[in-house]
C-alpha cells in the first residue's frame, strides 16, 4: 500500500535515528523526500533506504536554527518535486545534563534554537506550499514536554515549546486544511540516547539505561521505527480528523 503516493515529505534531521527511521517509512509509503541536514552529515543510510523504496531523494545541507536553511530546503523542494505535503520538524538537540544553576547560557541558547526556533522555522517557511495542498505538519516534541526532567532544562523547556507551537498552529492554520499535531516519544534507541554512555564505564552505560527502562512500564527503548509509524499515521489520509493532538509514544511513561 502506498498512502502518500505523489505526495512530497521535508524531513529535518533525516540522516539518522527517528529522522531515518521516518524517511523510511514515508518513502515505503510513497512519497519523496526532501532531507534537511547539516553540512556533512553522512546520508548513505537514507539514499540507500529511500532508493530501495523506489522513491527521490533530494539532500539540503543547513542549519534548522536558520531561516536561510529552510528557505533552501522549501526552494529545493519546489524546484525537484513540485511542492511540499508534509514537514516532519524532527531535527533536535538534547544539550548537557546539568542543575539550573550550572546550565550554561550559551548551550540553553543553542537548543532553544534548534528545537524550538528550528521547529517554528520550519512551519513558517513551508506555509506557503502546504496552503497549495492543505499539507500536514507533525512536530517531535518529547515526553520531557510533558513534564519537568530536572536536569535538562533547556531541552524541558524546548519540547514543552513545540507544544505549544503545534496546539498555536493548528488553531492559526486549520482554516487553511493544514493539520499541525506532535509525537512525544520517551527514550528511544538512537545517537541521542548512547550519547549519554559516551565515556562512562561499561557499568556506568548499563546503569544508565537499565535506569530509563525501568522508568518505562513496558521496560525498554523505543524503537525509532515504532516513532516513525506513529508520525506516519499523522501524516497521512487515515488522522484526517485528527489536528492539535499531542501524541505520546512512550510505552506507558506518561499513564503513571
Given at each position: 500500500m502506498t498512502p502518500l503516493a505523489g505526495q512530497v515529505a521535508l524531513i529535518s534531521g533525516a540522516a539518522k535515528g527517528i529522522g531515518l527511521a521516518t524517511a523510511t517509512r514515508l518513502a515505503r509509503d510513497g512519497a519523496d523526500i526532501v532531507a534537511l541536514d547539516l553540512a556533512g552529515s553522512d546520508v548513505s543510510a537514507l539514499a540507500a533506504a529511500v532508493a530501495e523504496a523506489g522513491r527521490g531523494l533530494e539532500v539540503v545541507e543547513g542549519d534548522v536554527s536558520t531561516p536561510e536553511g529552510w528557505d533552501a530546503a522549501v526552494a529545493a523542494a519546489v524546484a525537484r518535486f513540485g511542492g511540499i505535503d508534509i514537514l516532519v520538524n524532527n531535527a533536535g538537540?538534547?544539550?548537557?545534563?546539568a542543575p539550573i544553576e550550572r546550565y550554561p547560557i550559551e548551550d540553553f541558547d543553542r537548543v532553544m534554537a534548534v528545537n524550538a526556533r528550528g521547529s517554528w522555522l520550519g512551519i513558517r517557511a513551508c506555509i506557503p506550499e502546504l496552503r497549495k495542498r492543505k499539507g500536514r505538519v507533525v512536530n517531535i516534541s518529547s515526553t520531557a514536554g510533558l513534564g519537568g526532567p530536572p536536569t535538562i532544562s533547556g531541552y524541558t523547556?524546548?519540547?514543552?515549546?513545540?507544544?505549544?507551537?503545534t496546539k498555536m498552529a493548528a488553531m492559526g492554520l486549520a482554516a487553511d486544511g493544514i493539520r499541525v499535531n506532535a509525537v512525544c516519544p520517551s527514550?528511544?534507541?538512537?545517537d541521542m540516547m548512547r550519547g549519554l554512555e559516551v565515556g562512562r564505564s561499561d557499568a556506568e552505560a548499563r546503569m544508565i539505561r537499565a535506569r530509563f527502562e525501568a522508568d518505562c512500564p513496558l521496560g525498554r527503548y523505543a524503537a525509532p521505527e515504532e516513532i516513525a509509524a506513529a508520525i506516519a499515521f499523522l501524516a497521512g489520509p487515515e488522522s484526517s480528523f485528527v489536528t492539535g493532538a499531542i501524541l505520546s509514544v512512550d510505552g506507558g511513561v506518561k499513564a503513571r
Open positions: 538537540i538534547s544539550g548537557p545534563f523547556m524546548s519540547k514543552h515549546a513545540v507544544i505549544g507551537l527514550p528511544t534507541d538512537t
